[in-house]
């Protein structure tokens, strides 16, 4: 299995080497040279993080009982105007800047801390870095799972060349209407590019989750879903795509815990936070398309699922 990895890391970084120079590890493809200057994410090469540490607010099969190792990335690719983490993503608040060598340290560490899995957080812009970082993490010993926390907002190409390097796929479904997509997230491609990667993330990894006998995940796919005031018609086609692509037997996060951050204060329909009756509306049409695997928050709950 190291042996296998190893030689899906060596894969991946040769392939894209030239797509790092000239950068379109994502779907902006903005294609600066991020040693030389930012890219449309306004993060340069060597990764930033905001912190590495062990997080329990994660899905059970994700954080179990000792923590997820999440490693926090800063910048993103998406611009939402509502970004519950917007001082990491849109102000670029870091604590470290860390080459190959200490980003592989960071993952081992967590590792020693008793990490479940090192779960990169927001990581599509900085999915080349963190694969070397991990190359030689597993050269001295790392053997947890690896989780890829994405907004869903991928490379397809770059998806396809992380088989067999990630474990276990985390990734959002924000959108599946084009004009919502381009005025929350500047992004107007996101439902098409969201719907590739959803579906490839699933070819690897299939329906299951593969876990251990403590119910801690080692392989598979958990699609998120953030209900948004405002747009529960969106929030149900999200779930019809899914039934009807994918499987309604997906393991499925329905998320409550939308505030109206950053730029969404005072926006006419996002500036307020979800109602009790929104929520219960996407709840009921879930159970109607027949998703039993999965976690639905209580509306109360405000903090990381």
């Not at 912190?51 to 099969?61: C, K, Q, R, T, V």
């Not at 993330?201 to 948004?228: C, F, N, P, S, W």
Request: hydrophobic share 35%; charged share 25%; aromatic share 8%.
């Amino acid at each position: 299995m190291r042996t296998d990895k190893l030689d899906r890391i060596k894969y991946f970084l040769e392939k894209h080497q030239e797509n790092i120079r000239s950068c379109r590890m994502c779907p902006r493809a903005c294609g600066v040279d991020r040693a030389k200057e930012l890219g449309e994410c306004g993060e340069g090469f060597d990764p930033r993080i905001s912190s590495a540490n062990l997080h329990y607010g994660e899905e059970p099969p994700i954080s179990g009982t000792s923590g997820s190792g999440t490693i926090f990335f800063t910048g993103c690719n998406l611009h939402c105007l509502y970004c519950q983490n917007f001082p990491i993503s849109q102000l670029h608040r870091a604590t470290k800047t860390l080459g190959t060598e200490s980003l592989a340290d960071t993952m081992l560490a967590l590792q020693k801390r008793g990490a479940h899995n090192i779960n990169f957080v927001t990581p599509s812009h900085y999915v080349y870095q963190a694969v070397a970082a991990l190359g030689a993490a597993v050269e001295k010993g790392l053997t947890i799972p690896v989780v890829y926390n994405t907004s869903g907002y991928d490379s397809l190409p770059v998806i396809r060349d992380l088989e067999g390097i990630v474990d276990i796929y985390l990734p959002d479904m924000k959108y599946v209407f084009d004009d919502i997509a381009v005025e929350y997230s500047c992004a107007p491609d996101y439902p098409r590019i969201n719907r590739s990667v959803l579906l490839e993330m699933y070819r690897q990894t299939g329906l299951e989750i593969d876990a251990d006998d403590a119910g801690i995940a080692k392989r598979g796919l958990i699609i998120r879903h953030l209900v948004i005031p405002g747009n529960v018609e969106n929030s149900k086609e999200v779930l019809k795509w899914i039934a009807e692509n994918l499987s309604p037997d997906i393991h499925l996060a329905l998320m409550s815990q939308y505030f109206p951050a950053d730029r969404a204060a005072n926006h006419p329909v996002i500036g307020r936070r979800l109602t009790q009756e929104e929520y219960d509306e996407v709840i009921g049409y879930a159970d109607g398309l027949g998703f039993e695997n999965g976690w639905f928050q209580e509306l109360e709950a405000h903090g990381g699922c």
